[in-house]
């Protein structure tokens, strides 16, 4: 019922920035949360930054101050906006959507296919 399509993932010099974007499609009426999530080889998936949709917003602690979270509602579009990129920012990140109401029901966690992002000189 509900896709996450992510774009804007790429190889960065380190200092360079990326800008990521994902759009969420389906019958639906409103999203809760959304956000994204990275995940690096041999480690686990921990969340970069979210936001309500009230603009209210949650940054983990090695990215803020470098990365900005925002949306569109009226597209059901998140962005990441990731400045001052570091090779220890390489991974997959994925957009997640938690609170979705649809012309069926609420759902929540759905995952984007995920985008990779490299850091590296």
């Known amino acids: 019922q509900v896709q996450l399509v992510e774009s804007g993932g790429g190889l960065v010099q380190p200092g360079g920035s990326l800008r990521l974007s994902c759009a969420a499609s389906?019958?639906?009426?409103?999203?809760?949360?959304m956000g994204w999530y990275r995940q690096a080889p041999g480690k686990q998936r921990e969340l970069v930054a979210r936001?309500?949709?009230?603009?209210?917003?949650n940054y983990a602690n090695s990215v803020k101050g470098r990365f900005t979270i925002s949306r569109d509602n009226a597209k059901n579009t998140v962005y990441l906006q990731m400045n001052s990129l570091k090779p220890e920012d390489t991974a997959v990140y994925y957009c997640?959507?938690?609170?979705?109401?649809?012309?069926?029901?609420?759902?929540?966690?759905?995952w984007g296919q995920g985008t990779q992002v490299t850091v590296s000189s």
């Open positions: 389906g019958s639906i009426f409103s999203i809760y949360s």
């Open positions: 997640n959507a938690d609170g979705i109401y649809t012309d069926y029901g609420f759902l929540y966690d759905y």
């Open positions: 936001i309500t949709s009230g603009g209210n917003t």
